[in-house]
């Protein structure tokens, strides 16, 4: 590009946070000149906010060519660049991957001072930037659905026992001329209630867990700091919620209108709700106190997936080791 040849390449892209904190997001910065250690620039552009590419903190992009062949150097050995492509319409990785390979071997072949280098590495941009953390996320993603599953059945066993004591209650409003698909719909809506409310404190403490896996996770998942609550997660968190209470709520409604209500006000006394009644919320005692080993017994194994997928053994001693990378 015309830009990119040494002597017409004053050019330059600002970072979103830079127009920001420098520039106080002037609009009219493109065109202008920005003086660069005592060299004018001109402002091609400014990135989108969140742009980060090669890594945090940078302020601005220019062209490569404004290092001068001098500073760059001209070994072949010397590899410290990144090199991002755009795929051909219908083109796959794997031709990409064939095609830079026969041009490496090529230039191995005409210049000695790249023998040995005859074969290259390609991978999408995605993974590049993320790495391979898409087994350990799906690990966690059904670790939470495992979970939550259990967690609204256990509900539901609760709500269940629940309107098994408000029997005598539901009897009396049946009788007040209340009807089934009334006490159906007071039933849902406060198990609703209770499922926004446990969404709410969900969503507040998924707001202190993404920080602390900004700063435990750091070195184990690529750009973990830059995990956020967004509109799509309330979103999420909100539909979840809504349905947990419908799906789970609905059934213990059912359950706890299927009798005849009338005959609960004739057999049971005053706050009794029968022998049938009495074994029903045994019954569910049992139930939940099953659930919650399984709760607890099923996350931590989860979890120790988890953990197992992030310790990866590299094959060699990694402790006391330092890796720096130049350019």
């Not at 059945?153 to 629940?162: G, K, P, S, T």
């Not at 209340?178 to 209630?193: F, K, P, W």
Request: a positive charge.
């Amino acid at each position: 590009r015309p830009e990119a040849i040494e002597g017409n390449d004053h050019y330059v892209v600002l970072s979103d946070g830079f127009w920001k904190r420098r520039l106080a997001g002037d609009r009219t910065v493109v065109g202008r000149a920005l003086t660069i250690d005592g060299i004018p620039y001109t402002v091609v552009g400014v990135m989108e906010p969140g742009f980060t590419y090669p890594a945090d903190r940078i302020d601005f992009w220019m062209p490569l060519s404004n290092m001068g062949p001098d500073a760059i150097g001209r070994q072949r050995g010397s590899r410290f660049l990144d090199v991002i492509g755009r795929l051909a319409p219908g083109a796959t990785i794997q031709q990409a991957h064939d095609e830079l390979a026969s041009l490496s071997r090529l230039t191995a072949e005409r210049e000695p001072e790249a023998r040995g280098w005859t074969d290259v590495t390609t991978l999408p941009v995605h993974e590049a930037l993320v790495g391979d953390v898409r087994r350990p996320l799906i690990v966690l993603l059904g670790a939470v659905g495992f979970v939550l599953l259990i967690t609204c059945v256990n509900i539901a066993a609760l709500l269940l026992a629940r309107a098994t004591a408000r029997q005598r209650e539901l009897a009396v409003r049946s009788a007040l001329g209340a009807g089934r698909g009334r006490i159906i719909r007071q039933l849902v809506t406060e198990s609703l209630v209770l499922a926004l409310i446990g969404g709410a404190l969900g969503v507040a403490l998924a707001v202190v867990g993404v920080r602390v896996l900004g700063t435990v996770g750091a070195g184990d998942l690529p750009r973990a700091t830059e995990i956020r609550i967004d509109g799509v997660v309330l979103l999420y968190a909100l539909g979840v919620s809504t349905l947990a209470g419908l799906i789970f709520g609905l059934l213990p409604a059912i359950r706890a209108t299927s009798r005849n209500l009338q005959s609960v006000l004739r057999a049971g006394g005053r706050g009794s709700v029968g022998n049938a009644g009495q074994s029903l919320r045994a019954a569910l005692v049992v139930a939940e106190v099953a659930l919650a080993v399984v709760l607890v017994v099923g996350a931590g194994l989860a979890t120790k997936s988890f953990t197992r997928l992030l310790d990866v053994d590299p094959g060699f001693r990694a402790r006391n080791v330092l890796a720096v990378r130049l350019g």
